[in-house]
Nanobody, 116 residues
């Protein structure tokens, strides 16, 4: 099993920045891809960014140029969020996967609120 623990959410003003972290433990050798999803109230969970063990990165169109995902050698993944907008508000979930998408295991979620 893989366990994921997130940190770094909070309240920020429009245009501000936040950095999310997610530490993976357990059977980390099974992980190919890690990433971040978010879920706004009344909406479906959506992929924000993902990074594979080989360094391939995908971003949602809505965050390109503002968010940066990175991953260190200790299987911690980060999401640097700049120029935040109210529509970025939601619960951000760290995910990890063995295949193409980071949706096999989930963290507990961390709230990000961007005030207008």
């Amino acid at each position: 099993q893989v366990q994921l623990v997130e940190s770094g959410g909070g309240l920020v003003q429009t245009g501000g920045s936040l950095r999310l972290s997610c530490a993976a433990s357990g059977q980390i050798f099974t992980i190919n891809v890690m990433g971040w999803y978010r879920q706004a109230p009344g909406k479906q969970r959506e992929l924000v960014a993902a990074i594979t063990s080989g360094g391939s990165i995908n971003y949602a169109d809505s965050v390109k140029g503002r968010f940066t995902i990175s991953r260190d050698t200790k299987n911690t993944v980060y999401l640097q969020m700049n120029s935040l907008k109210p529509e970025d508000t939601g619960v951000y979930y760290c995910g990890a996967g063995r295949g193409r998408w980071p949706d096999d295991r989930w963290g507990q979620g961390t709230q990000v609120t961007v005030a207008s």
